[in-house]
């Protein structure tokens, strides 16, 4: 059984960095892609960034671009989201996501293992 663990969220200010990690185990962590998504109060979820098996290839919404990165550490099974710049707008649940492919994919339903989330509250 895949198990994802995020860690990391809190509440910030406006111009503020956040790091969030998620642990995984329950499967060879460094066989997957893994995707960070997040669910804002009252609106659908959104893919936020993706990394490949490797690390050679990520993916980022245009909303977080030049201010989120995605990194992993196969040799401990973590994947991280480094949010530097964070806008009000970015407050959300963040939830780490990985499914059956190497390459990354920004769609949630290509998603089949989900971790709890954790939340990040940005303030103005």
């Known amino acids: 059984q895949v198990q994802l663990v995020e860690s990391g969220g809190g509440l910030v200010q406006a111009g503020d960095s956040l790091r969030l990690s998620c642990a995984a185990s329950?499967?060879?962590?460094?066989?997957?892609?893994m995707d960070w998504f997040r669910q804002a109060p009252g609106k659908e979820r959104e893919f936020v960034a993706g990394i490949s098996w490797k690390g050679g290839t990520t993916d980022y919404a245009d909303s977080v671009k030049g201010r989120f990165t995605i990194s992993r550490d196969n040799s401990n099974n973590r994947v991280y989201l480094q949010m530097n710049s964070l806008k009000p707008e970015d407050t959300a649940v963040y939830y780490c996501?990985?499914?059956?492919?190497?390459?990354?994919?920004?769609?949630?339903?290509?998603?089949?293992?989900w971790g709890k989330g954790t939340l990040v509250t940005v303030s103005s």
């Open positions: 996501a990985t499914g059956r492919g190497r390459v990354v994919t920004t769609k949630g339903d290509d998603m089949d293992f």
């Open positions: 329950g499967r060879t962590f460094s066989n997957y892609a």
